[in-house]
Structure formats: C-alpha cells, structure tokens
C-alpha cells in the first residue's frame, strides 16, 4: 500500500490558479501501488482507507471503523457512501465542518521527498481519475500537513495556470505521430469465437490482469459493424495504398486513406469523417480526391469487438481489436479475422514519452492471451487490402 493525500476545496473558489484557493480538508490514507502511476492516480471503490485528518483547527485519527474514501455521486450507492465518509469526517474534524460544496479534487503522493500532485479528471461508476500535474520538494509531518500541503500548493499556481485548460476536462488527448497508425496484426487460420474472446481479455483487464493499466473509462467493450468501399492506389508511388468510403448510420460517409508501397506495422493514415457523400457514386468520389491509378475492389463488411488499456505510467491508449471481414455482395462470401493490436492517442499534462515499449509488451499479452485460448493464428503484416485482393483474385474481378 501507499500513502496517498486527498485534499478537499472549495469548489466555489476555482480554478486553482485564480487566487489562493487552499485546501480546506487533508485526509492521510492508503491506496493500492498498483493504482498510481507517474502520468495517472486512480482511485477505484472500496480501495482507499483514510487514516487521518487534518484541519485549520485539529490534526487526528480517524476511527478503524471509518468507512473507505469515497466522494463520486454518480449514482444513489456512491451517494450513500460519500454521505456516510462525511458524516465521519465531520464528527472528527473539531467544528471545521467540510463543506457541501467542498470536492476531492487535489492528490499527493510523497516520492524521495518531492510532493506529487495530480488533479482530478473525471470519475466513473468504478473510479475516479486524477491526472499528474507537477511536483515540489516537500513533505507532510503529522503536526502541520495541512499548513505545508498548501505552501506547496502555493508554489505550483504557475504550473496550474500553464495546464488549466485541460484540467477542466477528461479528453487531455495528445497524439503520437498523429499521421501514422502503429497496429500489430495476428490473424486468424480458422475464425474463433471473438466475443468469447473479447470478453474474455477485458475481464482480465477489468479485473487487474494487466498491472498497470486500466479499461478506458466510459468505453466498456465496443461493437461497430459497418461497411467499407475500398480503392487500390497502384501508381504513382508516391501515392500508394488506398481510399476508402465507410457510411455511417447518419447518412454521412467516413474516407479513409492509407498511403503504403509494402504492408508494415507503421503506416501514414487519415481519416476524414462526416463527409456528405453518394454512396452510389463513390467511384466518381474516389477519382475526385486521389489523382493516381485506381482499382475498385469488393467491398467489405467489418465488424470490430474493441478493448481499450489506458496506461498509469505514460497515458498511453491502446486498442485490441477483434476483427472479422466478410465480403458485400459475392456469390459465394470471404471473410477473414483478425486481431490488431493499436496505438490509439495519449490522456496526459505533459510531453509525450515512447509508445514503443508498451505497445510491444501488450502485443506480447494478447499473443500469449490467444495461445492459452487455443486460437489457431500467426503474426503477419496481411492487410485488408491483402484480402479484397484474394478476394477479387478468386472472384475473376
């Protein structure tokens, strides 16, 4: 376990870097070590067990029987809960009563004398989550932590002011190579049962399998199931790949472009959503954007089971994804399946670090996670534009 502070203020009285806004409520508890990371905090239900308080007027200890931490009110269990971890806190806190208002909005964790802050970003049915914001040289003694945690509050306002506008909002998303797209594939040899396996790898994840990191908060197991109208770009090189119209259940149309001469696990992609698009004259709309040799291939349907592993250390997002690909309109239909292993975007305050390292150790999960599954698969760089190929090829198209 680990010592983490939970600092209580005055909601009525933010953002943190306008005025001095201090905390008005310390608690000293312990938290899971494997719930705090150098980029994420996260504070899952039931986990958190408050030790002790400290107020402008009294410093002491709260009572064995107290309930676990709890200040989310998203539904009537965790609004018991809070009201219930309050209540205690008010019968220990000489008067200084904590105010409706106040929020559990600043966390500290102590590392080689420096003082780690991370702010509150959004909270869950399941937990909440507090971003890094900066550090200081400080440490809390038991007699004046209060009085210390908010001259070390103090000092960091300027970095406070530097990140806040982000700090109001779960969505600090930054992007690695945001013209490429990193993705492992391993395809299957005989198709499985995706959604056996997809919640299977989220129970593991969900259930902390996977130390360091974390289901994406509000995103569960996600199902799409769509069309996709592919191009082949053959020439010239410098325009290689292809151009694909996906509709969406809007009526709008999503264009894809890769642009790759060889399949790789790292390839320049764009995306273009919301586009008003005839899907019954894509063609013409292929030939309109991409001024290159174009080959109309059969169209797909995809349906994709996605996981997302979002990582304490980095914010890093990741996504595995269960794909099976069958074609639209054949005679006699293809499909293919596939796993992809994806980095996605970046939850962080601060400059981006590698995806390399993490992305390869996920990738090296899922692969074990797919042999202790008995799923007959290889690791491969075959592509869906590989497979509308064979598929047109063994179709005489």
């Given at each position: ?12 009285h933010l953002?943190i ?9 310390l608690?000293?508890?312990?938290a ?27 410093v ?10 709890e ?29 409706e ?6 966390f ?17 049915e ?21 009085l ?11 970095v ?12 600090a ?29 989220f129970?593991e994840?969900?259930?902390?399998h ?11 197991i ?16 410098s325009?290689?790949g ?27 992609e ?37 996981v ?38 970046t ?51």
């Amino acid at each position: 376990m680990q010592t983490l502070w939970i600092a209580y203020l005055d909601t009525d009285h933010l953002p943190i870097c306008s005025g001095s806004p201090q905390a008005t409520h310390l608690i000293e508890a312990t938290a899971p070590i494997a719930d705090i990371g150098a980029n994420t905090l996260i504070v899952q239900t039931g986990t958190v067990s408050a030790i002790r308080l400290s107020t402008a007027v009294t410093v002491c200890e709260l009572p064995p029987d107290m309930p676990k931490f709890e200040d989310r009110i998203l539904e009537p269990t965790q609004r018991r809960a809070r009201a219930a971890f309050r209540t205690q806190i008010n019968a220990q806190s000489g008067g200084s009563q904590l105010p409706e208002q106040a929020a559990a909005l600043i966390f500290a964790v102590e590392e080689a004398g420096q003082l780690r802050f991370y702010h509150q970003t959004e909270t869950t049915e399941r937990e909440m989550v507090a971003l890094f914001v900066a550090e200081t040289k400080a440490n809390l003694p038991e007699a004046d932590a209060l009085l210390r945690f908010n001259k070390a509050l103090d000092t960091l306002r300027p970095v406070f002011a530097e990140k806040a506008p982000l700090l109001g909002t779960r969505r600090a998303y930054l992007q690695w190579r945001p013209d490429m797209e990193l993705e492992r594939k391993f395809t299957f040899l005989d198709i499985p049962d995706t959604w056996a396996l997809e919640s299977a790898l989220f129970a593991e994840l969900y259930g902390g399998h996977y130390s360091g990191y974390y289901p994406e908060p509000h995103m569960g197991i996600q199902l799409f199931d769509y069309e996709n109208h592919i191009f082949e770009v053959s020439a010239p090189a410098s325009e290689q790949g292809y151009i694909s119209f996906i509709p969406q259940i809007d009526g709008l149309v999503t264009v894809k472009r890769k642009w790759f001469q060889k399949n790789a696990e790292l390839r320049r992609e764009t995306l273009w959503p919301g586009e008003c698009l005839d899907v019954a004259a894509l063609n013409k709309a292929a030939h309109d954007r991409v001024d290159g040799e174009l080959t109309a291939l059969p169209p797909f349907r995809r349906k994709r089971l996605d996981v997302n592993y979002e990582s304490l250390e980095t914010g890093h997002i990741y996504g595995v994804y269960f794909d099976i690909c069958t074609t639209v309109g054949a005679t006699v239909p293809q499909r293919f399946g596939q796993v992809e292993v994806e980095y996605c975007r970046t939850r962080s305050l601060h400059p981006l670090v590698d995806v390399r390292p993490e992305f390869e150790m996920l990738a090296d999960h899922v692969n074990a996670f797919l042999k202790a599954h008995d799923v007959n698969f290889q690791h491969d760089l075959y592509s869906k534009l590989d497979f509308v190929r064979d598929c047109a090829a063994r179709q005489g198209v």
